[in-house]
């Protein structure tokens, strides 16, 4: 057994509505997108700065500079480790020269006497 017609009718009208209702909203974003592009260039300046000062972006701009702030601290840590490395070894090369200056001060001095 099929539709009865008075559902089929109902359906349609249905349908109709709907199309109707999604060609209506067709329309309102067509022109929307014209008063857009119409817009001039101070209200699009203005638009865009709106935008950018959203509860969102501002959070979003925090948490980058966390990040940021992270990533120099964990530079610097590092840039610290390498000079006190750097150091390090410059001091052995110092201890270790002036150990061979005593040692050869010392031969010296034994081929002396």
């Not at 008075?6 to 109707?20: F, G, L, S």
């Not at 480790?81 to 110092?94: D, E, I, M, N, P």
Request: charged fraction near 45%; aromatic fraction near 0%.
């Amino acid at each position: 057994m099929g539709i009865s017609k008075a559902r089929r009718a109902e359906a349609a009208k249905k349908a109709a509505r709907t199309r109707k209702r999604n060609l209506a909203k067709l329309a309102v974003e067509a022109a929307k997108m014209a008063a857009r592009r119409k817009r001039s260039r101070a209200a699009k300046r203005a638009a865009a700065t709106r935008k950018r000062s959203t509860v969102k972006r501002t959070v979003g701009r925090k948490t980058v500079r966390r990040a940021v702030v992270r990533k120099a601290a964990k530079r610097a840590v590092v840039k610290k480790a390498v000079r006190r490395a750097v150091v390090r070894k410059a001091v052995r090369r110092a201890v270790v020269r002036r150990a061979i200056g005593r040692a050869l001060v010392r031969k010296a001095v034994r081929r002396r006497r």
